[in-house]
């Protein structure tokens, strides 16, 4: 007569085995048997893995800062172009090379006040504050220092978590970096044209069909007035808005307080270990007037 016991149900991979006894059975080989005590110490090692990955991306910047005293860097939004197979087109050209008109009409457009901040216009960012507050349409609070590191280290577009990734970033950068390189590097990587064309070589041949350092008073400002898109706005055939712009950062580039800016010795930093103020010079802007 067959006889049939219940007991403890054990799963496992073509179905399942009945224990005689129930308690203390031995499991057949294969079986899943589920013991949470089991998995806790394999779950605090994924965590751990995710938190020091998530630490050496969030210091990847930093040190990639230090390195960008040299070289070539490129934007974020390059490296993407490239892996979506998008045009790409950015031909480096050396500070002292560009028109000093650019570099000029650059600075009058987007950070009047690069010279003499230290990465974050403060009262810029209270200014955009105190319009959030009143209602009204938010102006533009970046720096030229914050637009390099939005586009060498993170993403376009407006965000909370961008923004607060920016801020040290962006101090960080003031401090390692001489106010030229950083001038160098923003005009290298901004976005100059609708088709992939970054950095002023690029924009300046796209509007003009010209070099960089062949560039006019006006034809700077024309490309100085496009940022920071030059999907909406062009130089190469501008509109009523953008040749207002222009005129006004023809002017603002001959004024007596952008003149200055160029001329100003900023108090000397602590180098690190001598690298960060390697071939540093005394005056951080020294560009043609």
Not at 18 to 33: F, R, W, Y
Not at 134 to 156: C, H
Not at 203 to 214: E, I, L, N, V
Not at 253 to 276: P, T
Request: charged share 20%; proline share 7%; hydrophobic share 45%.
């Amino acid at each position: 007569m067959l006889q049939i016991k219940f007991g403890r149900t054990i799963h496992h991979g073509t179905g399942f085995v009945n224990s005689a006894e129930g308690k203390g059975a031995t499991p057949s080989p294969g079986a899943i048997v589920s013991d949470p005590a089991a998995f806790a110490p394999r779950t605090k090692r994924v965590v751990r893995i995710v938190i020091l990955v998530g630490l050496a991306l969030l210091a990847l910047p930093y040190l990639l800062t230090i390195l960008y005293g040299g070289g070539q860097p490129v934007s974020t939004l390059m490296l993407w172009r490239w892996a979506t197979g998008a045009p790409v087109s950015r031909t480096w050209i050396d500070i002292e090379t560009i028109a000093p008109a650019l570099p000029r009409s650059v600075v009058a457009a987007e950070d009047a006040k690069f010279c003499s901040h230290h990465g974050i216009d403060w009262d810029s960012v209270r200014d955009v504050i105190d319009d959030m507050q009143d209602g009204e349409a938010s102006r533009g609070g970046s720096t030229i220092t914050q637009q390099v590191a939005k586009n060498l280290f993170l993403w376009p577009g407006r965000s909370v978590i961008r923004k607060a990734l920016e801020a040290p970033l962006a101090l960080w950068i003031d401090f390692v970096l001489p106010k030229q390189r950083i001038l160098e590097i923003y005009l290298n990587i901004a976005e100059w044209g609708p088709s992939g064309q970054f950095g002023a070589m690029a924009g300046a041949d796209y509007a003009f069909g010209r070099s960089a350092a062949q560039l006019s008073a006006k034809e700077a400002a024309l490309l100085a007035a496009i940022l920071p898109n030059p999907h909406i706005r062009s130089a190469k055939t501008p509109g009523p808005g953008v040749r207002r712009l222009a005129a006004t950062y023809v002017a603002r580039a001959r004024s007596a307080e952008l003149r200055q800016c160029w001329r100003e010795n900023r108090e000397s930093r602590h180098s690190l270990g001598g690298i960060l103020t390697a071939d540093r010079p005394s005056n951080p802007i020294q560009l043609p007037l």
